[in-house]
């Protein structure tokens, strides 16, 4: 287990590398100069080579690349062009949103995903299973932004009973009433894809699993129904847990055109914003935190993965 943890491990480092490589790239394959939202338009030769050595332009690309990734492992993403502030605290801000938007939208996800394919797996072939089928695919059909767009109109605008942006009057408290007030709406519209996703995943997987051997000898031998689940639930462990962990790392990503719509400022929100304004600096380092979010979510589904199913280690 831990040769194999340590062999995971080894195998992430190249990808973390790339991953850094990428955004560091981001601010030369911009189109246009990366510099252009901080000089005037009649900004003379001197001043723009005063800027350029200022912010490490006028040295080569392996160069900046190296003092760029010693300032991020010293944890300097550095300063945001438009507001001057360290990229860092924005960013941080900005995931705090995110992480307290992904959980709740995680439990419900989960929660409905998992009830919903356990029990289509169960009834396979019924007009339960082809209902939960028929929800599923709906649920991962339809765009985010018009099901929020819907969500606004009728339970906002029409009903008056749930706020259609923001986080509310209290900064993203979480004890506060009115946090979650804000939270119901974003929170669905960003749980539709996954419970669907889910839901088909635990079904395939529950359904194929019943079909083993080794659940008509449970079944042979006297086993009561919840233990056969318990075996069936373990065997189909590893592919729900992969997808899970998927989907996961995607709600903590965040998503520009929910977060736009519901003007949750979170990390899709930050990123909308720094594509507009082109403050490539807030651009590259939430792109940055947002990749090693997902490549640390996937080792650790990974490593969770072999709990419930040793074999694993040995691939």
Known sequence: MLFYVARRLVYTLPIIVGVSIVCFLLVHLAPGDPLSAVLPENASPQLIADVRAAYGFDKPMPVQYLLWLGKVLSGDLGSSIISQRPVLGEVAVAVRNTVSLAAVAVTIGFALGVGLGAIAGYTAGSYLDRFVTAVSITGVAIPHYWLGMVLIIVFSANLGVLPSTGMGAHDGNLLALDTWRHMVLPAITLAAIPTGIIARTVRGAVSEARKQEFV?????????????????????????????????????GGSILVETVFSWPGTGFLLNSAIFSRDLPVLQGTILVLAMFFVLTNLAVDILQTLFDPRLTRT
């Not at 008509?216 to 992969?242: C, D, F, M, W």
Request: aromatic share 2%.
């Open 216 to 252: 008509q000898t449970l079944y042979s031998q006297g086993l009561r129904e919840r233990h056969v689940i318990k075996h069936i639930a373990k065997n189909a462990a590893p592919t729900i847990l992969a997808v899970m962990g998927l989907q996961m790392a995607q709600l903590l």
